[in-house]
């Protein structure tokens, strides 16, 4: 493992001193990225398709998201000749390459959401008396 991945390393020092690793993780870490990514693997989808899988994102955040992804590299934004005009959007190989990391993370917060609830309530039934 190299100092960037090895978490014994990372953890002996600031990420604002890895100059590489904090802005990567800024652009794929916010709160729709991975749920946009996860959506457009398998196949290419309309803006609409997205946002109706996506519950609760706004069409702003939908949209901004998906600039922001498109100009990271992550996405991709094809305009279909059909009337009116549909956009369509795709993953890129880069995007691609998030689908192991992601899964693992969406297979441990399904693993163990209900720990974190519970801890959540119990730290919240105890009004953070310390």
């Known amino acids: 493992m190299d100092d960037y991945t090895d978490l014994t390393a990372v953890s002996h020092?600031?990420?604002c001193d890895m100059p590489l690793v904090r802005p990567v993780l800024d652009k794929i870490a916010d709160k729709w990225t991975i749920l946009?990514?996860?959506?457009?693997?398998?196949?290419?989808?309309?803006?609409?398709?997205?946002?109706?899988?996506?519950d609760g994102i706004?069409?702003?955040?939908?949209?901004?998201?998906?600039?922001?992804?498109?100009?990271n590299g992550l996405v991709t934004r094809t305009v279909l000749p059909t009337q009116p005009?549909?956009?369509e959007y795709a993953i890129t190989s880069l995007g691609l390459s998030?689908?192991?990391?992601?899964?693992?993370?969406?297979?441990?917060?399904?693993?163990?959401?209900?720990?974190v609830e519970a801890a959540t309530l119990r730290y919240d039934k105890t009004g953070n008396r310390r």
């Open 58 to 71: 706004t069409h702003k955040a939908l949209a901004d998201a998906l600039k922001r992804l498109e100009r």
């Open 85 to 87: 005009i549909g956009v």
């Open 36 to 54: 946009i990514l996860t959506v457009i693997c398998p196949e290419p989808a309309r803006f609409n398709e997205i946002k109706r899988r996506l």
């Open 98 to 115: 998030l689908r192991e990391p992601f899964e693992a993370l969406c297979a441990w917060a399904a693993a163990n959401g209900d720990k």
């Open 13 to 15: 020092r600031t990420l």
